[in-house]
Protein backbone atom coordinates (compact mmCIF):
# COMPACT_ATOMS: atom_id res chain seq x y z
CA UNK A 1 0.00 0.00 0.00
CA UNK A 2 2.96 2.30 0.81
CA UNK A 3 4.70 1.58 -2.43
CA UNK A 4 1.31 2.01 -4.47
CA UNK A 5 1.32 5.56 -2.31
CA UNK A 6 4.62 6.55 -3.45
CA UNK A 7 4.12 5.58 -6.94
CA UNK A 8 0.94 7.78 -7.29
CA UNK A 9 2.55 10.57 -5.69
CA UNK A 10 5.78 10.05 -8.27
CA UNK A 11 3.42 10.22 -11.32
CA UNK A 12 1.76 12.76 -10.17
CA UNK A 13 4.98 14.88 -9.88
CA UNK A 14 5.95 13.92 -13.17
CA UNK A 15 2.70 15.17 -14.78
CA UNK A 16 3.49 18.69 -12.76
CA UNK A 17 6.55 18.86 -14.14
CA UNK A 18 5.51 18.38 -17.68
CA UNK A 19 2.72 20.50 -17.46
CA UNK A 20 4.85 23.50 -16.80
CA UNK A 21 7.47 23.24 -19.15
CA UNK A 22 4.44 22.80 -21.59
CA UNK A 23 2.91 26.14 -20.54
CA UNK A 24 6.86 27.34 -20.41
CA UNK A 25 7.21 26.60 -23.71
CA UNK A 26 3.63 28.13 -24.93
CA UNK A 27 5.12 31.39 -23.66
CA UNK A 28 8.35 31.15 -25.32
CA UNK A 29 8.19 32.65 -29.17
CA UNK A 30 8.50 29.67 -31.70
CA UNK A 31 12.01 30.80 -32.78
CA UNK A 32 14.71 33.13 -32.64
CA UNK A 33 16.92 35.14 -35.17
CA UNK A 34 20.51 36.05 -34.46
CA UNK A 35 22.38 38.16 -36.71
CA UNK A 36 25.80 37.29 -36.75
CA UNK A 37 28.06 39.98 -38.21
CA UNK A 38 32.26 39.73 -38.48
CA UNK A 39 31.36 37.32 -35.34
CA UNK A 40 29.45 39.95 -33.48
CA UNK A 41 26.29 39.14 -32.16
CA UNK A 42 23.84 42.12 -33.85
CA UNK A 43 20.25 42.45 -32.75
CA UNK A 44 17.93 45.60 -31.87
CA UNK A 45 19.23 46.90 -28.83
CA UNK A 46 23.07 46.17 -30.26
CA UNK A 47 25.14 49.48 -30.53
CA UNK A 48 26.33 50.41 -34.42
CA UNK A 49 30.06 49.22 -34.92
CA UNK A 50 31.62 51.10 -38.02
CA UNK A 51 35.42 50.27 -39.45
CA UNK A 52 37.93 52.86 -38.18
CA UNK A 53 38.64 55.90 -40.74
CA UNK A 54 41.77 57.31 -41.69
CA UNK A 55 43.12 60.02 -40.43
CA UNK A 56 41.93 62.37 -43.43
CA UNK A 57 40.03 65.99 -43.94
CA UNK A 58 36.60 64.72 -44.76
CA UNK A 59 35.35 65.22 -48.40
CA UNK A 60 32.78 67.94 -47.22
CA UNK A 61 35.83 69.84 -45.47
CA UNK A 62 37.81 69.47 -47.92
CA UNK A 63 35.25 71.18 -50.10
CA UNK A 64 35.21 73.98 -48.67
CA UNK A 65 35.96 77.42 -50.15
CA UNK A 66 35.64 80.85 -49.51
CA UNK A 67 36.44 81.41 -53.03
CA UNK A 68 33.40 79.61 -54.62
CA UNK A 69 30.80 81.69 -53.67
CA UNK A 70 32.61 84.69 -55.45
CA UNK A 71 33.57 82.41 -58.67
CA UNK A 72 30.37 80.40 -58.87
CA UNK A 73 27.77 82.73 -58.74
CA UNK A 74 26.62 85.32 -61.67
CA UNK A 75 24.26 87.96 -61.22
CA UNK A 76 22.61 88.31 -64.24
CA UNK A 77 20.14 90.88 -63.73
CA UNK A 78 23.04 93.64 -62.69
CA UNK A 79 25.77 92.14 -64.95
CA UNK A 80 28.03 94.97 -66.54
CA UNK A 81 29.23 95.11 -69.71
CA UNK A 82 32.08 97.07 -69.25
CA UNK A 83 33.24 98.33 -65.84
CA UNK A 84 35.89 101.07 -64.87
CA UNK A 85 38.36 100.44 -61.36
CA UNK A 86 40.97 102.51 -60.66
CA UNK A 87 44.50 101.71 -60.81
CA UNK A 88 45.78 100.72 -57.59
CA UNK A 89 49.62 99.51 -56.78
CA UNK A 90 50.12 96.01 -55.68
CA UNK A 91 52.62 95.92 -52.97
CA UNK A 92 54.76 92.64 -51.85
CA UNK A 93 56.17 92.63 -48.31
CA UNK A 94 58.78 89.67 -47.00
CA UNK A 95 57.83 88.67 -43.65
CA UNK A 96 59.82 87.32 -40.94
CA UNK A 97 63.10 89.75 -41.91
CA UNK A 98 63.37 90.09 -37.57
CA UNK A 99 65.26 93.16 -36.47
CA UNK A 100 67.37 96.09 -38.17
CA UNK A 101 71.19 95.01 -38.61
CA UNK A 102 73.35 97.37 -36.28
CA UNK A 103 74.92 100.43 -38.43
CA UNK A 104 78.14 99.29 -39.10
CA UNK A 105 80.41 100.13 -41.73
CA UNK A 106 82.39 97.91 -44.00
CA UNK A 107 85.29 97.84 -46.00
CA UNK A 108 86.22 96.76 -49.44
CA UNK A 109 85.65 93.32 -49.57
CA UNK A 110 86.51 90.49 -52.18
CA UNK A 111 85.63 86.70 -52.03
CA UNK A 112 85.63 83.47 -54.21
CA UNK A 113 84.02 80.08 -54.24
CA UNK A 114 82.68 80.31 -50.79
CA UNK A 115 79.35 79.07 -49.50
CA UNK A 116 77.54 82.57 -47.78
CA UNK A 117 77.75 81.72 -44.30
CA UNK A 118 81.65 81.17 -45.16
CA UNK A 119 81.78 84.75 -46.92
CA UNK A 120 79.40 86.50 -44.08
CA UNK A 121 81.58 84.71 -41.39
CA UNK A 122 84.52 86.51 -43.29
CA UNK A 123 82.72 89.47 -43.30
CA UNK A 124 81.35 89.55 -39.69
CA UNK A 125 85.11 88.59 -38.11
CA UNK A 126 85.62 91.10 -35.13
CA UNK A 127 81.82 91.49 -34.40
CA UNK A 128 79.11 89.55 -32.02
CA UNK A 129 77.38 88.87 -35.09
CA UNK A 130 76.88 84.87 -35.27
CA UNK A 131 75.80 83.46 -38.66
CA UNK A 132 73.34 80.28 -38.06
CA UNK A 133 71.93 78.31 -41.26
CA UNK A 134 68.56 76.91 -40.35
CA UNK A 135 68.88 74.58 -43.34
CA UNK A 136 72.08 73.50 -45.45
CA UNK A 137 73.41 75.93 -48.07
CA UNK A 138 75.54 74.75 -50.31
CA UNK A 139 75.33 77.06 -53.44
CA UNK A 140 78.80 78.54 -53.56
CA UNK A 141 79.45 82.77 -54.54
CA UNK A 142 82.32 84.98 -55.98
CA UNK A 143 82.70 88.38 -56.06
CA UNK A 144 83.22 91.86 -54.48
CA UNK A 145 81.57 94.58 -52.42
CA UNK A 146 82.77 98.17 -52.38
CA UNK A 147 83.11 99.62 -48.84
CA UNK A 148 79.84 100.81 -47.15
CA UNK A 149 76.70 99.79 -44.70
CA UNK A 150 76.57 96.52 -43.63
CA UNK A 151 72.93 95.98 -44.40
CA UNK A 152 73.63 96.42 -47.88
CA UNK A 153 76.29 94.03 -48.05
CA UNK A 154 74.46 91.46 -46.49
CA UNK A 155 71.37 92.03 -48.82
CA UNK A 156 73.42 91.45 -51.80
CA UNK A 157 75.59 88.27 -50.99
CA UNK A 158 72.37 86.76 -49.58
CA UNK A 159 70.40 87.68 -52.78
CA UNK A 160 73.80 86.46 -55.33
CA UNK A 161 73.36 82.73 -52.74
CA UNK A 162 69.88 83.34 -53.61
CA UNK A 163 69.11 82.61 -49.67
CA UNK A 164 67.58 85.18 -47.36
CA UNK A 165 68.29 86.04 -44.03
CA UNK A 166 66.62 87.52 -40.82
CA UNK A 167 68.61 89.15 -37.64
CA UNK A 168 68.13 88.03 -33.94
CA UNK A 169 69.15 91.57 -32.43
CA UNK A 170 68.83 90.28 -28.81
CA UNK A 171 70.88 87.02 -29.77
CA UNK A 172 72.98 88.78 -31.95
CA UNK A 173 72.03 85.97 -34.41
CA UNK A 174 71.90 86.10 -38.48
CA UNK A 175 69.52 83.41 -39.69
CA UNK A 176 69.77 81.71 -43.25
CA UNK A 177 67.74 79.81 -45.03
CA UNK A 178 66.33 79.15 -48.65
CA UNK A 179 62.52 79.80 -48.26
CA UNK A 180 60.43 83.07 -47.22
CA UNK A 181 57.42 84.08 -46.69
CA UNK A 182 55.76 87.12 -48.53
CA UNK A 183 52.12 89.29 -47.90
CA UNK A 184 51.02 90.95 -51.20
CA UNK A 185 48.47 93.68 -50.42
CA UNK A 186 45.66 93.29 -53.33
CA UNK A 187 43.82 95.65 -54.95
CA UNK A 188 40.22 96.51 -53.98
CA UNK A 189 38.67 94.92 -56.83
CA UNK A 190 37.56 91.18 -56.20
CA UNK A 191 37.80 90.30 -60.09
CA UNK A 192 41.44 91.02 -60.46
CA UNK A 193 42.25 89.62 -56.96
CA UNK A 194 40.59 86.59 -58.26
CA UNK A 195 42.91 86.98 -61.97
CA UNK A 196 45.89 87.33 -59.72
CA UNK A 197 44.89 83.98 -57.58
CA UNK A 198 44.55 81.97 -61.20
CA UNK A 199 47.61 83.14 -62.34
CA UNK A 200 49.46 82.30 -59.40
CA UNK A 201 47.88 78.84 -59.28
CA UNK A 202 49.02 78.41 -62.98
CA UNK A 203 52.40 78.80 -62.02
CA UNK A 204 51.94 75.94 -59.49
CA UNK A 205 51.47 77.84 -56.57
CA UNK A 206 48.95 75.73 -53.80
CA UNK A 207 50.00 77.31 -50.49
CA UNK A 208 47.97 80.93 -50.38
CA UNK A 209 46.70 81.83 -47.81
CA UNK A 210 43.76 84.37 -48.68
CA UNK A 211 42.32 87.06 -46.61
CA UNK A 212 39.50 88.57 -48.10
CA UNK A 213 38.47 91.31 -45.46
CA UNK A 214 41.38 92.99 -46.00
CA UNK A 215 42.78 91.85 -49.26
CA UNK A 216 46.10 90.18 -48.74
CA UNK A 217 47.55 86.78 -49.48
CA UNK A 218 50.26 85.47 -47.86
CA UNK A 219 52.69 82.71 -49.81
CA UNK A 220 55.84 80.82 -48.87
CA UNK A 221 58.77 79.80 -51.30
CA UNK A 222 62.03 80.11 -52.64
CA UNK A 223 63.76 82.59 -55.16
CA UNK A 224 61.84 81.18 -58.12
CA UNK A 225 58.61 81.75 -56.74
CA UNK A 226 59.75 85.46 -55.85
CA UNK A 227 60.60 85.86 -59.57
CA UNK A 228 57.43 84.30 -60.72
CA UNK A 229 54.98 86.91 -58.18
CA UNK A 230 56.96 89.28 -59.46
CA UNK A 231 56.61 88.65 -62.85
CA UNK A 232 52.59 88.17 -62.73
CA UNK A 233 51.65 91.33 -60.94
CA UNK A 234 54.37 93.38 -63.07
CA UNK A 235 52.77 91.93 -66.32
CA UNK A 236 49.12 92.29 -64.81
CA UNK A 237 49.97 95.92 -63.65
CA UNK A 238 50.83 96.87 -66.96
CA UNK A 239 47.78 95.86 -68.40
CA UNK A 240 45.06 98.22 -69.25
CA UNK A 241 41.99 95.86 -69.67
CA UNK A 242 41.09 93.04 -67.78
CA UNK A 243 38.82 90.52 -69.63
CA UNK A 244 35.95 88.54 -67.45
CA UNK A 245 33.20 85.63 -68.77
CA UNK A 246 30.28 85.13 -67.19
CA UNK A 247 28.78 81.38 -67.69
CA UNK A 248 26.50 79.47 -67.22
CA UNK A 249 26.06 75.47 -68.32
CA UNK A 250 23.18 73.54 -68.83
CA UNK A 251 22.00 69.87 -69.78
CA UNK A 252 19.25 69.87 -72.31
CA UNK A 253 17.31 66.66 -72.49
CA UNK A 254 14.70 67.16 -75.95
CA UNK A 255 11.26 65.95 -75.06
CA UNK A 256 10.84 63.64 -77.54
CA UNK A 257 12.69 61.68 -80.00
CA UNK A 258 14.65 64.39 -82.14
CA UNK A 259 17.00 66.32 -80.98
CA UNK A 260 16.93 70.46 -80.30
CA UNK A 261 16.74 72.63 -83.93
CA UNK A 262 19.16 75.27 -83.35
CA UNK A 263 17.78 76.61 -86.79
CA UNK A 264 14.73 77.88 -84.91
CA UNK A 265 16.98 81.06 -83.18
CA UNK A 266 16.74 82.51 -86.06
CA UNK A 267 13.13 83.42 -86.77
CA UNK A 268 12.80 83.18 -83.02
CA UNK A 269 15.36 86.03 -82.69
CA UNK A 270 15.71 87.52 -86.25
CA UNK A 271 18.67 87.52 -88.47
CA UNK A 272 20.51 90.46 -86.85
CA UNK A 273 20.81 88.60 -83.08
CA UNK A 274 22.87 85.55 -85.03
CA UNK A 275 25.99 87.30 -85.30
CA UNK A 276 28.19 84.37 -86.39
CA UNK A 277 28.56 80.66 -86.31
CA UNK A 278 32.01 78.74 -85.79
CA UNK A 279 31.96 74.91 -85.78
CA UNK A 280 34.02 72.82 -84.39
CA UNK A 281 35.82 69.48 -84.23
CA UNK A 282 32.32 68.74 -81.70
CA UNK A 283 29.75 71.50 -81.00
CA UNK A 284 29.34 74.93 -82.54
CA UNK A 285 29.44 78.62 -81.35
CA UNK A 286 27.24 80.74 -82.28
CA UNK A 287 28.23 84.72 -81.52
CA UNK A 288 24.59 86.32 -80.60
CA UNK A 289 23.66 89.76 -79.61
CA UNK A 290 22.39 91.33 -76.63
CA UNK A 291 18.96 90.31 -76.75
CA UNK A 292 20.07 86.31 -76.63
CA UNK A 293 20.71 86.16 -72.95
CA UNK A 294 20.27 83.57 -69.95
CA UNK A 295 16.33 84.02 -70.41
CA UNK A 296 15.59 84.18 -73.43
CA UNK A 297 17.77 80.90 -74.29
CA UNK A 298 16.12 79.45 -71.51
CA UNK A 299 12.65 80.01 -72.52
CA UNK A 300 14.01 79.21 -76.59
CA UNK A 301 15.67 75.95 -75.44
CA UNK A 302 11.70 75.02 -72.86
CA UNK A 303 9.61 75.10 -75.85
CA UNK A 304 11.67 71.75 -76.96
CA UNK A 305 13.90 70.42 -74.31
CA UNK A 306 14.14 70.25 -70.18
CA UNK A 307 16.88 72.30 -69.07
CA UNK A 308 19.05 72.01 -66.07
CA UNK A 309 21.42 74.38 -64.88
CA UNK A 310 24.52 72.34 -64.23
CA UNK A 311 26.98 74.72 -63.34
CA UNK A 312 27.48 78.73 -63.24
CA UNK A 313 30.35 80.89 -62.48
CA UNK A 314 32.68 83.67 -63.34
CA UNK A 315 36.67 84.13 -64.82
CA UNK A 316 38.70 87.00 -65.44
CA UNK A 317 41.85 87.27 -67.03
CA UNK A 318 44.26 90.35 -67.71
CA UNK A 319 44.52 91.03 -71.48
CA UNK A 320 46.26 88.71 -73.64
CA UNK A 321 46.22 85.91 -70.84
CA UNK A 322 44.91 82.80 -70.32
CA UNK A 323 42.55 81.09 -67.44
CA UNK A 324 40.14 78.70 -67.36
CA UNK A 325 36.78 77.52 -65.81
CA UNK A 326 36.08 74.45 -63.93
CA UNK A 327 32.50 72.77 -64.10
CA UNK A 328 33.35 70.46 -61.59
CA UNK A 329 34.26 73.44 -58.71
CA UNK A 330 31.04 75.47 -59.72
CA UNK A 331 28.77 72.16 -60.56
CA UNK A 332 25.13 72.19 -58.72
CA UNK A 333 26.12 68.17 -57.95
CA UNK A 334 28.24 65.34 -59.02
CA UNK A 335 27.56 64.69 -62.72
CA UNK A 336 28.56 63.34 -66.08
CA UNK A 337 30.05 66.70 -67.00
CA UNK A 338 32.28 67.29 -63.61
CA UNK A 339 35.48 66.53 -65.70
CA UNK A 340 34.92 69.28 -68.19
CA UNK A 341 37.00 72.47 -68.27
CA UNK A 342 36.25 75.46 -70.39
CA UNK A 343 39.59 77.34 -71.22
CA UNK A 344 39.98 80.94 -72.89
CA UNK A 345 42.82 83.12 -73.83
CA UNK A 346 41.84 86.73 -74.83
CA UNK A 347 43.09 89.87 -76.20
CA UNK A 348 40.85 93.24 -76.35
CA UNK A 349 41.65 95.87 -79.00
CA UNK A 350 42.59 96.47 -82.24
CA UNK A 351 41.17 93.58 -84.81
CA UNK A 352 41.36 94.45 -88.35
CA UNK A 353 41.00 98.23 -87.60
CA UNK A 354 38.03 98.05 -84.95
CA UNK A 355 37.97 97.34 -81.23
CA UNK A 356 36.95 93.53 -80.25
CA UNK A 357 37.64 91.06 -77.98
CA UNK A 358 40.21 88.19 -79.83
CA UNK A 359 39.22 84.90 -77.73
CA UNK A 360 39.78 81.32 -78.35
CA UNK A 361 37.59 78.92 -76.25
CA UNK A 362 38.92 75.17 -75.13
CA UNK A 363 36.60 72.53 -73.98
CA UNK A 364 38.87 70.03 -71.98
CA UNK A 365 38.59 66.66 -70.32
CA UNK A 366 40.24 64.96 -68.44
CA UNK A 367 41.49 62.62 -71.82
CA UNK A 368 42.42 65.66 -74.02
CA UNK A 369 41.09 68.35 -75.77
CA UNK A 370 36.95 67.87 -76.95
CA UNK A 371 36.41 70.79 -79.38
CA UNK A 372 38.13 74.78 -79.80
CA UNK A 373 36.89 77.88 -81.31
CA UNK A 374 38.22 81.21 -82.07
CA UNK A 375 35.94 83.87 -81.38
CA UNK A 376 36.26 87.00 -82.61
CA UNK A 377 33.41 89.90 -81.01
CA UNK A 378 32.16 92.80 -80.21
CA UNK A 379 31.72 94.45 -76.40
CA UNK A 380 28.27 93.56 -75.95
CA UNK A 381 28.43 90.12 -77.89
CA UNK A 382 27.56 86.70 -76.15
CA UNK A 383 28.13 83.13 -76.91
CA UNK A 384 26.44 80.18 -77.10
CA UNK A 385 27.81 76.83 -77.79
CA UNK A 386 25.66 73.78 -78.65
CA UNK A 387 26.04 70.69 -80.00
CA UNK A 388 28.34 69.03 -77.37
CA UNK A 389 26.33 65.76 -76.84
CA UNK A 390 26.21 64.48 -73.67
CA UNK A 391 27.11 61.35 -74.44
CA UNK A 392 30.74 62.70 -74.81
CA UNK A 393 31.50 62.06 -71.18
CA UNK A 394 29.54 58.94 -70.49
CA UNK A 395 32.38 56.08 -69.62
CA UNK A 396 30.10 53.27 -69.94
CA UNK A 397 29.10 50.92 -72.70
CA UNK A 398 25.11 51.80 -71.88
CA UNK A 399 23.55 54.38 -70.32
CA UNK A 400 19.99 55.56 -69.29
CA UNK A 401 20.73 59.17 -71.14
CA UNK A 402 19.01 60.49 -74.27
CA UNK A 403 21.35 60.38 -77.17
CA UNK A 404 19.54 63.60 -77.86
CA UNK A 405 20.90 64.96 -74.99
CA UNK A 406 23.22 67.72 -74.88
CA UNK A 407 25.58 70.09 -73.38
CA UNK A 408 25.16 74.01 -73.94
CA UNK A 409 27.60 76.85 -72.66
CA UNK A 410 26.68 79.73 -72.73
CA UNK A 411 29.17 82.90 -72.36
CA UNK A 412 28.99 86.28 -71.72
CA UNK A 413 32.19 88.17 -72.16
CA UNK A 414 32.87 91.70 -69.84
CA UNK A 415 35.84 94.24 -70.13
CA UNK A 416 37.20 95.70 -67.35
CA UNK A 417 39.23 99.03 -67.98
CA UNK A 418 42.22 99.42 -64.99
CA UNK A 419 42.21 103.20 -65.46
CA UNK A 420 44.74 105.76 -63.60
CA UNK A 421 43.62 107.29 -60.84
CA UNK A 422 44.12 111.03 -62.19
CA UNK A 423 41.62 110.13 -65.14
CA UNK A 424 38.61 110.98 -62.97
CA UNK A 425 37.48 107.21 -63.28
CA UNK A 426 37.45 107.17 -59.15
CA UNK A 427 34.32 105.30 -58.47
CA UNK A 428 35.13 101.49 -58.79
CA UNK A 429 32.03 100.30 -59.33
CA UNK A 430 31.01 102.87 -62.19
CA UNK A 431 29.02 101.71 -65.41
CA UNK A 432 29.29 102.61 -69.13
CA UNK A 433 26.08 102.56 -70.42
CA UNK A 434 24.66 104.79 -73.75
CA UNK A 435 26.45 107.36 -74.92
CA UNK A 436 29.15 107.32 -72.19
CA UNK A 437 29.77 103.20 -73.53
CA UNK A 438 30.51 104.64 -77.25
CA UNK A 439 32.23 107.75 -76.35
CA UNK A 440 34.92 104.83 -73.84
CA UNK A 441 35.00 102.50 -77.12
CA UNK A 442 35.58 105.30 -78.85
CA UNK A 443 38.81 106.63 -77.11
Not at 63 to 91: G, Y
Not at 325 to 339: M, P, S, V
Request: negative net charge; proline residues 4%.
Amino acid sequence: MVFLKKCLFGLLSVLIMFGCVQQNQKNMPLFDTVNVVDNLVIDENSVPIFPKKAALTTDTARRFSIELPKRCEVDWNNQRVVSVVPEEKVETVRLGVGDALPELKVDDYEFKDLTVKQALDKLLMGTDIAVIEDEPLYEKITGSISSGALADAVELMTKMGRVYYSYDASNGELHLKHRAKWLIKMPQNETIIMALLDAMHGADMRNLLVNWQDKTVVFEGNYQTEREVVKIISDIAGKKYMIAWDIDVYRVYPRTDNPIVWMNLLPAFGNKNVKMSIPGVVGRTLVVGPEINTKTLQEFLGQQANVVLISQGTFAIPNGWQSRFDIGQCGKEERLETDLIIGATGTYGDYGGRDKIDAKIVLRTSNGELSSFNVPSSVGDNYVIVGIPTHSFVTTPETLVSPFAELVVFMSPRIISIMDGATGHDDSTEELIGDALRDFLNE
